[in-house]
């Protein structure tokens, strides 16, 4: 039986609402998720937006990438259209106002930081400014696939957690936790084996894995010491 704190809502409750939107989180919450899941990239001006793609077509009618146009410009798209017409209107919401929201609803955060190439270190600083000056919620972790913006964040706000994004398991698991002082590590939950959590968890680290839409498969992953899981369909895995 899965529990509701065993699940992260990804991109909000991707499969049900648009993902990376006010609604898509909102959502979330009212379908009684204590965690939800989204991807932060930096605009031309420095504003911080949840997008998933560095590229907008797939899930808004502008075109380029995130990083070409300013706030201005992406607060006018329509990012719910592509998903369903009841969505037309819906808008890229800003991480600022998404944090907000979230800490009012109670909801935990994490945030998946998503820099275009070279601007690993500077999407992170963004997101630490932002973090020093807002109220956060009560639980916020940090994450990305990029280890530069992983070590930017352990430079910049050493006390947050933070998790490594991994597609592949590294060999030197080890050594990057260690450099980093990692919390957790957020893998394919096809690279997951009945040994990885346990091995982990003696090193005092955290596993979570994406992306699972199939309750016995959520299942199995809990079974085997995976602390949570990201799943676009969180009523699936809780029926
Ligand atoms: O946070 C990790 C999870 O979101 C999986 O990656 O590509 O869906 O952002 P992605
Ligand atoms: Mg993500």
């Known amino acids: 039986?899965?529990?509701p704190a065993q699940l992260i809502g990804h991109r909000g409750a991707a499969l049900l609402a648009?993902?990376?939107?006010?609604?898509?989180?909102?959502?979330?919450?009212?379908?009684?998720?204590?965690?939800?899941?989204?991807?932060?990239?930096?605009?031309?001006?420095?504003?911080l937006v949840l997008m998933h793609d560095h590229e907008l077509e797939r899930t808004t009618d502008l075109t380029g990438t995130v990083?070409?146009?300013?706030?201005?410009?992406?607060?006018?798209?329509?990012?719910?259209?592509?998903?369903?017409?009841?969505?037309?209107?819906?808008?890229?919401?800003?991480l600022d106002a998404?944090?907000?929201?979230c800490r009012a609803l109670g909801l935990y955060m994490h945030i998946e930081i998503k820099p275009l190439d070279v601007h690993e270190t500077d999407t992170a600083e963004a997101v630490a400014d932002l973090l020093r000056s807002i109220a956060l919620p009560e639980a916020l972790v940090i994450s990305s696939f990029s280890g530069d913006t992983v070590a930017?964040?352990?430079?910049?706000?050493?006390?947050?957690?933070?998790?490594?994004?991994?597609?592949?398991f590294p060999e030197n698991w080890r050594e990057i936790s260690r450099s980093l002082e990692l919390d957790a590590w957020?893998?394919?939950?096809?690279?997951?084996?009945?040994?990885l959590a346990p091995m982990l968890r003696e090193a005092g680290l955290t596993v979570r894995a994406w992306t699972v839409n199939d309750r016995a498969r959520a299942q199995q992953l809990i079974d085997w010491?995976?602390?949570?899981?990201?799943?676009?369909?969180?009523?699936?895995?809780?029926r």
């Open 98 to 101: 998404v944090i907000e929201r």
């Open 152 to 168: 930017a964040m352990h430079r910049l706000l050493p006390e947050h957690p933070r998790a490594q994004g991994a597609e592949h």
């Open 225 to 238: 010491g995976v602390e949570s899981v990201f799943t676009d369909d969180p009523p699936r895995l809780l």
């Open 67 to 94: 990083r070409e146009h300013d706030w201005a410009t992406l607060a006018q798209a329509d990012a719910g259209s592509w998903f369903g017409a009841d969505y037309s209107g819906t808008r890229i919401p800003r």
């Open 186 to 195: 957020h893998v394919d939950a096809d690279i997951v084996t009945p040994e």
């Open 1 to 3: 039986m899965l529990t």
């Open 18 to 47: 648009p993902e990376n939107t006010m609604a898509g989180i909102e959502l979330a919450a009212r379908l009684g998720l204590q965690w939800i899941e989204i991807d932060a990239q930096l605009s031309r001006d420095g504003v």
